[in-house]
């Protein structure tokens, strides 16, 4: 998802806590990663102390330390963040955020990887886990993605002692509280169809760890696999057994409980300051429409079933076959829902024609009697919908402080209802 907004500022500040100096770094450019955050830098490791502080909607300020032996360039440094031209709230939340960090006093609904020494708890299970595959750490895990809603390390490995291989590297993944299930589900769905997913080597449900086989092409969104994808996840979903699934702890997200949902993000929101009450009004014209669209593919009587939750290329990986990854946001749902939102990223007509019908096959033939392409026509505006609901509850389970970095998203979804209910001749 994506809207054509203006760049913005991050400022980016390394602290060297060993020689009590700090670097400042300015990256111009809207949405940024932790390796856009350390390349500026000029560093490989480098730790996310906390919550990024927005001083405006524009303006970004990032505090990160170095990792253990990072070696650091000489220059560019000063001994006060002030001079970089920090106003005096900011250079205090500095000051309080590394503190916090290195006495490890989480605050409020931070999480627990905003402390130094929370690295070290993930290193000792490591090295708990690794040898029972045959694998030892080689170096110390390097940070690939720290946020509020989770922390992903990239582990560098090796066979063990006496073993033959080389050097790997292997994906940690630690989840907030709010997403804490998908350790679990992850492994879980590994079971189902072990050659769609990543392969797991370890997962630690009660602290919501898990620890995954490198992905091939996760970062290259290959729109090549997405009929791939979309059969195999078809394929999965009329596989799976539910009663399993829901004894397990996969959430059900009913159509008929979207309607409350959307309702809830529509008059009730986390953002509902943050966007002025005309804005609101705008986006909740359209509510009855979709309602509509929403009870009648309900209608249609097709059962949930295990879904994604939010399938983009981006969530594909692999060089021939699909393997689909990040199941935070997996559920029960309507099985066409994650099929609208794979069809949504293909570049033309006849790609997403080609993922439907991939997808649709094989719930044809299980359900000759529905009306499938009735049901199709229906989920532009109830899959748009459902990531309304969706995107509301990850702003809930994010830090208030945190919020700012999905906000933008929130209008967009609802001009996207907009244009669907435009686009289906019923405004």
């Given at each position: 998802?994506?809207?054509?907004?203006?760049?913005?500022?991050?400022?980016v500040?390394?602290?060297?806590?060993s020689?009590?100096?700090w670097?400042?770094?300015?990256?111009?450019?809207?949405?940024?990663?932790?390796?856009?955050l350390?390349?500026?830098?000029?560093?490989?490791?480098?730790?996310?102390?906390g919550?990024p502080?927005w001083?405006?909607?524009?303006?970004?300020?990032?505090?990160?330390?170095?990792?253990e032996?990072?070696?650091?360039a000489?220059d560019?440094w000063?001994r006060d963040?002030?001079?970089?031209g920090?106003?005096?709230?900011t250079?205090?939340?500095?000051v309080?955020?590394?503190?916090?960090?290195?006495?490890?006093?989480?605050?409020?609904?931070?999480?627990?990887?905003?402390?130094?020494?929370?690295?070290?708890?993930v290193?000792?299970?490591?090295?708990e886990?690794l040898?029972?595959?045959?694998l030892a750490?080689?170096a110390?895990?390097?940070?690939?993605?720290?946020?509020s809603?989770?922390?992903?390390?990239?582990v560098?490995?090796?066979?063990?002692?006496?073993?033959?291989?080389?050097?790997r590297?292997?994906?940690?993944?630690?989840?907030c509280?709010?997403?804490?299930?998908?350790?679990?589900?992850?492994?879980?769905?590994?079971?189902?169809?072990?050659?769609?997913?990543p392969?797991v080597?370890a997962?630690?449900?009660?602290?919501a760890?898990?620890?995954l086989?490198?992905?091939?092409?996760?970062?290259?969104?290959?729109a090549?696999?997405?009929?791939?994808?979309?059969?195999g996840?078809?394929?999965?979903?009329?596989?799976?057994d539910?009663a399993?699934?829901?004894a397990?702890?996969?959430?059900e997200?009913?159509?008929?409980?979207?309607?409350?949902?959307?309702?809830?993000?529509?008059?009730?929101s986390?953002?509902?300051?943050?966007?002025?009450?005309?804005r609101?009004?705008?986006?909740?014209?359209?509510?009855?429409?979709?309602?509509?669209?929403?009870?009648?593919l309900?209608?249609?009587?097709?059962?949930?079933a295990?879904?994604?939750g939010?399938?983009?290329?981006?969530n594909?990986?692999?060089?021939?076959?699909?393997?689909?990854?990040?199941?935070?946001?997996?559920?029960l749902?309507?099985?066409?829902?994650d099929?609208?939102h794979l069809?949504?990223?293909?570049?033309?007509?006849?790609?997403?024609a080609?993922?439907?019908?991939?997808?649709?096959?094989p719930?044809?033939?299980?359900?000759?009697?529905?009306?499938?392409?009735?049901?199709?026509?229906?989920?532009p505006?109830?899959?748009?919908?459902?990531?309304?609901?969706?995107?509301?509850?990850?702003?809930?389970?994010?830090d208030?402080?945190?919020?700012?970095?999905?906000?933008?998203?929130?209008?967009?979804?609802?001009?996207?209802?907009?244009?669907?209910?435009?686009?289906a001749?019923?405004?």
């Open positions: 998802m994506s809207t054509a907004r203006p760049s913005r500022l991050h400022r500040v390394l602290l060297d806590p020689r009590d100096r670097r400042v770094v300015d990256v111009d450019q809207r949405w940024v990663d932790h390796g856009d350390t390349a500026a830098l000029g560093v490989e490791r480098a730790w996310k102390c919550t502080r001083e405006t909607d524009d303006r970004v300020v990032h505090l990160l330390v170095p990792g032996g990072e070696s650091l000489e560019g000063s963040p002030a001079e970089a920090f106003d005096e709230a250079v205090d939340w500095l309080a955020t590394y503190d916090a960090w290195r006495t490890g006093r989480v605050v409020v609904t931070g999480q627990p990887w905003w402390s130094a020494a929370w690295a070290g708890e290193t000792a299970w490591l090295d886990v040898p029972a595959v045959g750490r080689v110390a895990p390097v940070p690939a993605k720290l946020w809603l989770s922390a992903v390390l990239r560098p490995v090796a066979a063990a002692e006496g073993q033959a291989g080389g050097v590297h292997l994906w940690f993944k630690a989840t509280e709010g997403f804490r299930a998908e350790p679990s589900l992850t492994a879980l769905v590994a079971g189902l169809a072990p050659d769609l997913t392969d080597v997962v630690d449900p009660g602290r760890w898990m620890l086989e490198e992905l091939t092409g996760a970062d290259a969104a290959p090549h696999l997405a009929v791939g994808a979309a059969a996840m078809a394929g999965l979903q009329l596989g799976a539910r399993d699934l829901l397990a702890g996969v959430e997200r009913t159509l008929a409980g979207l309607v409350g949902e959307l309702h809830r993000a529509l008059h009730d986390v953002l509902s300051n943050r966007f002025p009450a005309h609101w009004a705008e986006w909740a014209e359209v509510e009855p429409w979709v309602v509509e669209q929403i009870e009648a309900d209608a249609i009587g097709l059962p949930t295990l879904s994604h939010d399938l983009h290329l981006g594909i990986a692999g060089d021939s076959t699909p393997v689909v990854f990040d199941w935070t946001d997996a559920c749902t309507h099985p066409y829902l099929a609208r069809a949504n990223e293909c570049s033309d007509e006849e790609h997403a080609q993922v439907w019908t991939a997808w649709s096959q719930w044809r033939a299980a359900y000759p009697d529905v009306d499938h392409d009735r049901a199709w026509s229906l989920t505006a109830v899959e748009t919908a459902f990531q309304v609901a969706t995107y509301e509850r990850i702003l809930r389970a994010q208030p402080d945190s919020r700012s970095d999905l906000a933008a998203v929130v209008p967009w979804l609802h001009e996207q209802l907009r244009a669907a209910r435009d686009a001749g019923a405004g």
